[in-house]
């Protein structure tokens, strides 16, 4: 087994959440690993290699984004708006916490990408506030207030949701829940 292999489903997960398509994401991490194996020097600290790696893959996008003459607010360091396509979605009936997951994943579509991309590295990958800063090229005391008022976003959209969880008493179709 080769270093890299233990990172192929973390860095698959933050291609993913980057790109935004299964094919890409995938095409990303393979390029990111053709990349790493042929590389001259590597770094022999772990979380360094680790950084190192991600720092390939979010390289790799960027060019990708170049190439393909797409622009991405990701990388604009200017708070924008909402997007006016945010996804909406209703949910009548499920448990709990299929619909405290769905509701989280609605409230990281609607984040910035910029937001998005510091929540997947920090809470979704898994890297430390360090590498994260190795990552995307900026001191930890800025990863840290990032992820604080990413997180703090991420809160205030799930708090505006519509939906309630249903509990209690019995509805029409049988099964219990009130709101």
Known sequence: MHRIEAYL????????????EDDLARDLVQRCAL?????????????????WLFVILRNDFRDHLRRHRL?????????????????????????????????V????????????EIVSLIDMVGLSYAEAAKVLDVPEGTVMSRISRARARLLALVGESNVEPLTGRRGPTGNKWTR
Do not use: C
Request: proline share 7%.
């Open 9 to 20: 489903g973390r860095l698959y997960r933050y291609a993913f959440s980057l790109a935004r």
């Open 35 to 51: 990349k790493a194996l042929g590389a001259k020097t590597v770094p022999d600290d772990e979380s360094a290699y680790r950084a």
């Open 71 to 103: 622009t991405l607010a990701l990388f604009d360091d200017e708070p924008d708006a909402e997007p006016e396509d945010a996804p909406t979605m209703e949910y009548w009936r499920g448990d709990e916490r299929l619909i405290n997951v769905l509701n």
């Open 105 to 116: 994943k609605q409230a990281l579509g609607r984040l910035r990408p910029r937001d998005q």
